[in-house]
């Protein structure tokens, strides 16, 4: 068994769709467009496992990232190395991007940052 996707309901699914694509290096499905339910939607893929699907439909109310809470709270990009996760925490900052957890060691073992994606959902980046 395993994950097969996620999903986020965007704002701005353009804007979402292209801060994957060029920081985490996804690659996109075309949209998906259903106009009876004003539904739209990609697939996100990052090579091997798990899918992003990133969803809008204007029904869906805008929510307030309240930071940490229970239910899913972040989603964990395996970048590879401690100077990648490095290189990425430090171009995602300088392109205004809010890193909400600097580079470090963490108690089990993790070498890890965390930044928000425009939305304000929160990633992790590991090696």
């Known amino acids: 068994m395993r994950i097969e996707h996620l999903a986020i309901w965007a704002i701005d699914i353009e804007k979402l769709r292209a ?18 339910k004003n539904f739209q939607s990609y697939f996100l893929s990052f090579g091997t496992g798990c899918r992003l ?12 990232n309240l ?12 970048v590879g190395s401690e100077e990648a996760v490095n290189s990425l925490t430090e171009t995602i900052r300088s392109d205004g991007y809010q890193v909400v957890g600097e580079p470090r060691w963490t108690g089990d073992g993790y070498y890890e940052s965390v930044v928000l994606d425009p939305e304000g959902n929160r990633l992790e980046i590991t090696i």
């Open 19 to 36: 801060f994957y694509l060029k920081y985490f290096g996804a690659v996109s499905n075309d949209r998906y467009h259903n106009p009876t």
């Open 53 to 64: 699907e990133l969803m809008q439909k204007t029904e869906i109310p805008e929510t307030k």
């Open 67 to 78: 930071g940490e809470a229970t239910g899913i709270t972040h989603i964990a990009f395996s």
